[in-house]
């Protein structure tokens, strides 16, 4: 299936307004990705922990790479990133196990 893709929001000294996505567990999401991006995720839920991973396209040998996988507790947000191109792409593509998590890229 294809992946919905997430705008990227770029920080101004100024300061902008978030606007988080709702993680689709099942198309999963993608995020242009220049060696500058971040990403905000957020666990919404009130009763479990949530994954969200980090999809690595470089190879070696071949194969592919483990991906980056981080699991976020009830109520909790943390920033990922930036994430280098040589690594993950100039497509981050990231996957979700739950819509409880919110998920907001920023250009830092």
Known sequence: MPRVQIPVTAATRAGVALTATTGDPVNNHYVVNDGKTGVIVENTGSTVS???T???SRKVDGQ???PR?????VGE???FGPF???EYGGNLLI???NAELKITPIRI
């Open 50 to 52: 949530r994954t969200v």
């Open 54 to 56: 980090f999809r690595i």
């Open 64 to 66: 592919s790479v483990t």
């Open 69 to 73: 996988t981080e699991t976020l507790a």
């Open 77 to 79: 947000k943390q920033l």
């Open 84 to 86: 280098d191109i040589n």
């Open 95 to 97: 996957d979700v196990d």
